[in-house]
């Protein structure tokens, strides 16, 4: 039986969406707060490209690894409660952090062990969340859902920096991750009102964990727009996901600016996102991958021109900065609505960690890269090389047929 065949909308659908998205986007907002002032607090101790890279891969492989495990969770029990327990799990972590900074036991190793921490109860909560937003909405509003669901995250990154600058200003680092938790709890919050539909394969729990997972991916592979899809994503993850990374390192070693200045870069960032995700849920693209293509590689070129701003064009490089969070959203908002329209519902937690352990993969091989590149090249040649790149692989996707035909035909 088709997924959708299964939704109970009600006529208070919207009231139970924008709560428990709005909700997990508060949570995100803690998030992504504590990464900024952790990462600030790596650059401002080391001021190394390599501290940095160990940051990132502390933060994205235990995501990659486990999301696997995650999306077969997500297809076989409660997602709710693997959302709960997911962030409950996190804000415990981040309390242990903060007593550490608060009695002054810190130490670089804690800071790397509480982001691995955080990345694998992101591979269980972020597929049961993907999965669980097809069930909350029509299939009318999905492609909108997904670019407003898509701005509301943009909102992390608009809140997040100003808000972990002025933070780090007024107190100590302890006391400015404890913002994370109270986030928590209001993610946590709504889920423990609502419930969320779901469905199961008749034979979901008489099925092993492996088994289940080689349905998913035998899904994908069979396909072969969607294997294609999965290694160009993974090709452009590999090279561009260490600028994200680095910069930080960028705009104190290239233009002398501080925490105060990485905020603005990255809160006029969101705004840019926030913008494609409206621009998205307005237009409601019917080519979906034609614009996931065009988005992405924009993305990578925007990112390319950040680096190549001159020493004394910091706002040129923001400019640029602002344009990538734009236009990466408006690759990025298509993807998701077009995987969640392709995909079989009770499959979805399966093919979209899929997704996020082949980029999550790719992650820590494209850190690994930095590194060594970054003693070369420097910080800004980095940008440059990984943003070119980036463009020519996104470019590269329009010259196959069965990736070019994704989402022009029935679900799988």
Not at 276 to 294: D, K, S, T
């Amino acid at each position: 039986m088709e997924a959708n065949a299964m939704k109970v909308m009600g006529p208070h659908w919207r009231g139970r969406f924008w709560t428990i998205f709005g909700g997990q986007a508060l949570s995100l907002v803690g998030s992504a707060l504590t990464q900024f002032v952790l990462l600030w607090w790596i650059t401002d101790t080391t001021g190394s490209v390599a501290a940095l890279a160990t940051a990132g891969m502390a933060a994205l492989l235990p995501q990659a690894l486990l999301s696997p495990l995650g999306g077969t969770f997500a297809d076989r029990h409660s997602r709710r409660m693997l959302m709960i327990v997911a962030d409950a799990m996190s804000a415990l972590c981040m309390a242990a952090l903060i007593a550490l900074f608060l009695t002054g036991r810190i130490h670089l190793w804690h800071a790397y062990a509480m982001m691995a921490i955080r990345s694998a109860m992101q591979a269980f909560q972020a597929p049961a969340a993907a999965a669980s937003l097809p069930m909350l909405v029509p299939n009318s509003f999905l492609v909108r859902a997904a670019g407003l669901n898509q701005t509301l995250q943009s909102l992390t990154v608009v809140a997040a920096a100003p808000l972990g600058a002025l933070a780090i200003s007024l107190m100590p680092l302890g006391w400015a991750l404890s913002i994370d938790v109270f986030t928590a709890i209001l993610g946590i919050a709504p889920l423990m009102i609502y419930t969320i539909p779901q469905t199961f394969a008749p034979d979901t729990h008489a099925t092993s964990l492996w088994r289940s997972f080689k349905e998913g991916a035998n899904l994908v592979w069979k396909n072969p727009g969607l294997r294609r899809l999965y290694a160009l994503l993974g090709a452009v993850v590999l090279v561009i996901m260490p600028s994200f990374t680095l910069v930080p390192l960028l705009v104190k070693e290239h233009f002398g600016g501080g925490p105060s200045h990485v905020a603005l870069m990255e809160g006029l960032s969101g705004l840019g996102m926030m913008a494609g995700g409206l621009a998205v849920a307005a237009l409601v693209p019917r080519r979906q991958i034609l614009w996931v293509l065009g988005g992405f590689a924009a993305s990578c070129l925007t990112l390319a021109f950040t680096g190549l701003a001159p020493k004394g064009l910091f706002s040129l490089a923001v400019v640029w900065w602002v344009l990538s969070g734009f236009t990466f959203v408006v690759g990025n908002a298509p993807l998701t609505a077009l995987l969640q329209t392709i995909i079989p519902n009770q499959f979805q937690g399966r093919a979209l960690s899929l997704m996020s352990a082949v980029m999550g993969l790719a992650t820590p091989v494209g850190l690994a890269l930095t590194a060594p590149l970054g003693e070369w090249l420097g910080v800004r040649g980095l940008f440059v090389l990984e943003g070119l790149l980036g463009t020519v692989v996104c470019l590269l996707g329009y010259f196959s047929r069965p990736l070019r035909s994704l989402g022009n035909g029935e679900a799988l």
